[in-house]
């Protein structure tokens, strides 16, 4: 058949990963892998919140790692974008949300946030929320950029928004190597595979890549060992996989344990409720400073 | 495997010298084109596996496998890959749509439901395409869901018989959204009005087959059709059908969740649907294909009824009443008790007087009350109907027609005929007129 492969799904090529819109625009690299983390993580806290399934979260996360490869943070705010690939990955997993719930549920997550840097002694749960009137001005702004950010995401990524996740196919592998029923690897590995969607993975690498990645992670962690050359054969191109390729995928993950900067935190979060206003009034204090 | 598709291989399969030993069910590797910018490797390149493998590796293993090991000596790896996990750089990179105005607009084809269709020009290659415009006037919850069902369902079911997506493009602003579509003469629907002369036997197996393949091709991507009816299967002059409108479409699961009884057309809509089962499957679309079978066999919708009980009626007439026997469990469905069938034997056989037994056993599974015995697409492909004389036509072998959709007009030549046989007897008649 000449018909492309349906599992052809998009991924940032070469010269995408090498110049980010967000990189074009004078944002460090470092400042952009944060913001999509912590982009991600209002995704996936949102969704919890809302009840949905991992599965609709882990596709908006995926859509929103792809979106950033196209658009530049300069043009779009990160949370408004997180907001629509929720919204859209409701839709495309038919676990069909309220624009409502999302809106609410957004509003929250800022003003906790919003809360926890203007009071950061405070404890968390001296934070008390007001939700906003349902008729509120707030709320239709809410939405027009809910709506927005969905269609944008379509549009910018060509309607290709098919996602196909690793999590059954790292089940799989673990079985061919009989890990599957070793204490606590399969947990471990699944972990690896979530947090890995805070990270650019699943918008660069194929699904059997990043689950080798979780697998040689989990095992390092479980100091089980794996067929690796130089005594054997690399078992991970039993799954065609690239070593290479995993380590990058692994060191995206354990990039996001290290220990944060306290004042680069607060930089990202604060870009992170400003949105693309702040991140331009950013740029605009910090670029005279790099060209110097 | 069945006859038509074998007919369909020998297309490609006779262009290769007779001592070219592979399979003819595997892709040649020409035939596909993968666009993908290349930029020569750099030693800061994020991506050194990629950047380093030579050329050949770059393609896909499903691709070149059959050719590459002698040509390709670099791509020595690849017969151990899987051909589900080509190389990274197979993939697509994510780009964005592209502009409507990529296309000239020719003429307007049809308006349904869910929106306009428009013929145009792919301005770069002078293709002929369809444009499908999505209506998206102020929705309420943002992008419709039943659009969003339709591209996707057209983007994972790409097949031989399923209309090909080629991409979406914009207009000016956020609300001009255009599906683009392989430009396909004729709707079943209409030829069949138009045509002089109906299908033959062989014509309609080829076609019913074809559908099925397409069918079969939906399911097992976990994609129900919800609309199979004649006017939603397009077919072109090389005598190809192609499965289209998947604006009712939407995935299923296992186990089946709650989906809307809206949904197909009434003239095709199956009985338990129109009894209000609360979960329906893929049987669903077998009953549109039986009721599409029907229509070719008599060129004339096979039920058409104006209301819902008029349809249960006239299914019970054809098929007979449903027992307990034939459908277990059919009393528990919400509607069934309030509905009585008139009908108390099938006449399936008076109706159909010109079909083979096998042709009506086929037709007969396909019309099965029991959504749990009805045929799959799957089985049905493998009926012996197909495989019985006459065979299933080449598509090379049929007709073409003037293109409505196309703005061709039928042109009728005017001379004398020699005198016919049979047919037109009201010409006999037809003296001063």
Same mark, same amino acid.
């Given at each position: 058949m000449s018909l492309p492969h349906p599992l052809l799904y998009p991924l940032a090529s070469a010269a995408q990963l090498a110049q980010t819109p967000c990189r074009a625009d004078g944002i460090p690299a470092w400042l952009e892998e944060d913001l999509r983390a912590e982009g991600c993580r209002l995704i996936q806290s949102a969704g919890i919140l809302l009840g949905a399934p991992q599965v609709v979260m882990a596709t908006a996360q995926v859509l929103f790692q792809r979106f950033w490869y196209v658009t530049s943070m300069r043009e779009f705010s990160v949370s408004q974008i997180a907001m629509g690939a929720l919204y859209l990955a409701s839709k495309l997993e038919e676990h069909i949300a309220r624009m409502r719930d999302i809106i609410n549920i957004f509003d929250l997550l800022l003003s906790r946030l919003r809360y926890s840097l203007a009071h950061p002694t405070a404890p968390p749960e001296s934070f008390k929320y007001s939700p906003m009137s349902y008729y509120s001005n707030e709320y239709y702004t809410y939405k027009d950029e809910l709506v927005i950010a969905e269609m944008q995401l379509l549009k910018r990524l060509a309607f290709n928004v098919q996602v196909q996740l690793p999590y059954n196919t790292m089940v799989n592998y673990l079985n061919v190597l009989g890990l599957g029923r070793v204490e606590g690897i399969a947990q471990k590995a699944w972990g690896f595979l979530n947090d890995a969607l805070q990270t650019p993975a699943y918008a660069v690498y194929p699904f059997p890549t990043i689950a080798c990645a979780a697998i040689h992670l989990a095992a390092r962690e479980a100091s089980v060992c794996l067929p690796e050359p130089p005594e054997h054969e690399p078992w991970w191109e039993l799954f065609d996989a690239d070593l290479e390729d995993m380590e990058q995928v692994c060191g995206w993950v354990l990039r996001l344990y290290r220990r944060q900067d306290e004042e680069e935190r607060e930089l990202v979060q604060n870009l992170l409720l400003g949105g693309r206003r702040e991140v331009r009034q950013w740029l605009d204090e910090v670029e005279p400073k790099a060209s110097t | 495997m069945s006859a038509p598709s074998q007919a369909e291989s020998s297309t490609s399969a006779r262009k290769r010298s007779k001592w070219d030993t592979f399979d003819s069910d595997e892709p040649s590797p020409r035939r596909v084109k993968i666009k993908r910018p290349r930029r020569s490797p750099t030693s800061r390149s994020p991506l050194p596996s990629s950047t380093n493998t030579p050329a050949a590796a770059l393609r896909p293993s499903s691709v070149s496998l059959p050719a590459s090991p002698l040509r390709h000596p +670099?791509?020595? /790896?690849?017969? /151990?890959? #899987?051909?589900? =996990?080509? @190389? @990274?750089?197979? !993939?697509?990179?994510?780009?964005?749509?592209? /502009? =409507?105005?990529? !296309?000239? $607009?020719?003429?307007?084809?049809?308006? +349904? #439901?869910? +929106? %306009? %269709?428009? @013929?145009? $020009?792919?301005k770069e290659t002078g293709e002929i395409v369809a444009l499908k415009k999505l209506k998206l006037d102020q929705e309420k919850g943002g992008f419709p869901i039943t659009s969003l069902r339709e591209v996707m369902a057209l983007m994972t079911c790409r097949h031989e018989h399923v209309v090909p997506i080629r991409e979406i493009v914009v207009g000016d602003t956020l609300t001009q959204i255009f599906i683009v579509m392989d430009f396909i003469e004729h709707d079943l629907k209409t030829l069949l009005t138009v045509m002089p002369s109906p299908f033959l036997q062989s014509e309609i197996k080829t076609l019913l087959h074809q559908l099925l393949s397409a069918v079969a091709h939906c399911h097992a991507n976990w994609v129900l059709h919800r609309d199979l009816k004649t006017s939603n299967l397009l077919m072109n002059n090389r005598g190809q059908i192609k499965v289209a409108d998947f604006g009712l479409a939407r995935t299923f699961g296992d186990p089946l969740g709650k989906m809307t009884e809206l949904v197909v057309t009434l003239w095709y809509r199956a009985p338990e649907i129109l009894l209000g089962a609360k979960t329906y499957s893929t049987a669903i679309d077998l009953w549109s294909v039986g009721c599409i079978f029907g229509e070719l066999l008599l060129n004339e919708p096979v039920f058409q009824a104006k209301g819902e009980i008029e349809m249960l009626s006239m299914i019970s007439k054809l098929l007979g009443p449903p027992t307990e026997d034939s459908w277990? +469990?059919?009393?528990?469905?919400?509607?069934?008790?309030?509905? #009585?069938?008139?009908?108390?034997? #099938?006449?399936l056989r008076a109706r159909f007087p010109y079909v083979t037994e096998t042709g009506i056993d086929l037709l007969g599974r396909l019309l099965m009350y029991d959504p749990e015995r009805r045929i799959t697409a799957e089985e049905a492909m493998q009926h012996p109907y197909f495989s019985e004389s006459p065979l299933p036509k080449h598509p090379d072998l049929f007709s073409s027609f003037p293109s409505i959709a196309a703005g061709e007009k039928r042109v009728k030549v005017r001379s004398p005929s020699a005198p016919q046989r049979v047919a037109n007897y009201q010409m006999e008649f037809d003296f001063g007129v």
């Open positions: - | +670099g791509a020595a /790896s690849d017969p /151990s890959r #899987s051909r589900y =996990v080509p @190389r @990274r750089p197979a !993939y697509p990179p994510i780009t964005p749509c592209r /502009s =409507v105005y990529a !296309y000239e $607009r020719l003429n307007h084809i049809e308006e +349904g #439901s869910y +929106g %306009v %269709v428009f @013929r145009a $020009r792919d277990p +469990g059919y009393l528990d469905l919400p509607l069934a008790k309030t509905i #009585s069938f008139p009908a108390k034997t #099938s006449s």
